[in-house]
């Protein structure tokens, strides 16, 4: 079984429509991370947390929200979505006490918005 | 802020010949970590491997190595007898040392295409 996982994997939406993606791990990972991917431009933190009660803004926040239900769920929400936001998204992990703390990824969603 | 240039968009390289993938970063800081990550058409993240600054030796994994050069701050990735598999799009990343500045700072990426 996966490690870090993403839900839905493929999803397509209307401008203007709420949605969430949600990831889940079973690593045991204080830490957890949003990123987006673009052609060209690699993949932008978007939020980060680092326990349940910290959560940080990354390089892309506005129009993105996050909740951190449990240590292993971390959520992305798209309040609004708008076609600009079409992206893969990763979710990712990693463990402070870790040597080199690397992350570790999720699976990605493919989100579009029409 | 830290910004990662990997200059080349596609790279092709023949079945079982050796292929070097460029990185240059920006940093002021004297401590961080390194780290490429390959993406193959299934689109999973896998680490691929990773160097520490403070560490002069270069990094080795198997047929994957890196030539790290602190001063001109490059990090470049060497596939020997390149395979099939390694058919992916890779990408450079950096991370402060510090143990709150755990963002990760990708790079564009590069394509790999290997050829039989």
């Known amino acids: 079984d996966a490690d870090v996982t993403q839900t839905p994997r493929n999803r397509i939406t209307k401008t203007g429509k709420r949605i969430m993606l949600e990831c889940s791990q079973t690593?045991?990972?204080?830490?957890m991370y949003w990123y987006r991917q673009d052609p060209g431009l690699g993949l932008r933190l978007i939020y980060y947390?680092?326990?349940?009660?910290?959560?940080n803004k990354g390089e892309i926040s506005d129009g993105y929200s996050v909740s951190r239900q449990a240590q292993a769920k971390f959520s992305l929400s798209l309040e609004s979505a708008i076609p600009n936001q079409t992206a893969l998204y990763f979710c990712?992990?990693?463990?402070?006490?870790?040597?080199?703390?690397?992350?570790?990824f999720g699976p990605g969603t493919r989100l579009t918005v029409l | 802020a830290q910004t990662v240039t990997q200059s080349q968009p596609e790279m092709s390289v023949q079945e079982a010949e050796t292929v070097t993938l460029s990185c240059t970063y920006d940093t002021s800081e004297s401590d961080y970590y390194l780290f490429w990550y390959k993406q193959p058409p299934s689109r999973q993240m896998i680490l691929v491997i990773r160097?520490?600054?403070?560490?002069?030796q270069n990094a080795t994994e198997n047929r994957f190595s890196v030539n790290f050069q602190k001063a001109a701050k490059s990090f470049s990735l060497k596939i020997s007898d390149s395979q099939l598999g390694d058919a992916a799009m890779y990408f450079c990343a950096y991370r402060s040392y510090s143990a709150y500045g755990n963002k990760l700072v990708f790079g564009a990426g590069t394509i790999l295409r290997v050829k039989s």
């Open positions: 160097q520490e600054a403070y560490k002069q």
């Open positions: 690593k045991g990972h204080d830490r």
């Open positions: 947390s680092f326990d349940v009660k910290d959560i």
């Open positions: 990712a992990t990693s463990d402070y006490r870790r040597e080199y703390n690397e992350q570790f």
